[in-house]
T-cell receptor, first 114, second 111 residues
Framework: DTEVTQTPKHLVMGMTNKKSLKCEQH?????MYWYKQKAKKPPELMFV???????INESVPSRFSPECPNSSLLNLHLHALQPEDSALYLC?????????????FGPGTRLTVL | GENVEQHPSTLSVQEGDSAVIKCTYS??????FPWYKQELGKGPQLIID?????GEKKDQRIAVTLNKTAKHFSLHITETQPEDSAVYFC??????????FGTGTRLKVLA
């Protein structure tokens, strides 16, 4: 089973709202990722968690706040977003084998910021 | 810097024909090359991958070839079907966590 689940599927929020995106995997993967994907573009890496610790932050604005409560869950907390933050937010996970690992993506959350 | 070029950006083929998508990477240290298929409104799905110690890999109608000297790798889909219509992304990775994605190819299979 190579399934990564994400909720919600769609989210519409105002610029003053606070919301959270959730991601879950039960494959025993120890690395989890957040990507942002704009229309007709490839995914852009935002954050990487390795063994529940933040390993990579690709200079993402502080209005995006990731959290990894345990090895199966990954959250992305959103606050004071801008309309240009509207995009598909993808979660991915991978093993940590010491080699370059295959990343498995979830279905994404389609975010619209009004 | 690290870069992956992907061509063509769009590709239309008749059902039953073959489709080829090509990628070129810049960093010779790249050692892992996955291909993802993304259907409308869905996340990328891994369809095949290859490591730098292998020249070719095949899985039913899908194959990937790697030329390390030229820093090229290609996706080959034979006997295309309408359900193959999607956007395909190549990627190259030189270290844990970090993929460099190509710009994507929109494949349309015409029935």
């Amino acid at each position: 089973d190579t399934e990564v689940t994400q909720t919600p599927k769609h989210l519409v929020m105002g610029m003053t709202n606070k919301k959270s995106l959730k991601c879950e995997q039960h494959m025993g993967h120890r690395a989890m990722y957040w990507y942002k994907q704009k229309a007709k573009k490839p995914p852009e890496l935002m954050f990487v968690y390795s063994y529940e610790k933040l390993s990579i932050n690709e200079s993402v604005p502080s209005r995006f706040s990731p959290e990894c409560p345990n090895s199966s869950l990954l959250n992305l907390h959103l606050h004071a977003l801008q309309p240009e933050d509207s995009a598909l937010y993808l979660c991915a996970s991978s093993h940590l084998t010491g080699l370059t690992d295959t990343q498995y993506f979830g279905p994404g959350t389609r975010l619209t910021v009004l | 810097g690290e870069n992956v070029e992907q061509h063509p950006s769009t590709l239309s083929v008749q059902e039953g024909d073959s489709a080829v998508i090509k990628c070129t990477y810049s960093d010779s240290a790249s050692n892992y090359f996955p291909w993802y298929k993304q259907e409308l409104g869905k996340g990328p799905q891994l369809i095949i991958d290859i490591r730098s110690n292998v020249g070719e890999k095949k899985d039913q109608r899908i194959a990937v070839t790697l030329n390390k000297t030229a820093k090229h790798f290609s996706l080959h889909i034979t006997e295309t079907q309408p359900e193959d219509s999607a956007v395909y992304f190549c990627a190259a990775s030189i270290r844990t966590y970090k993929y460099i994605f190509g710009t994507g190819t929109r494949l349309k299979v015409l029935a």
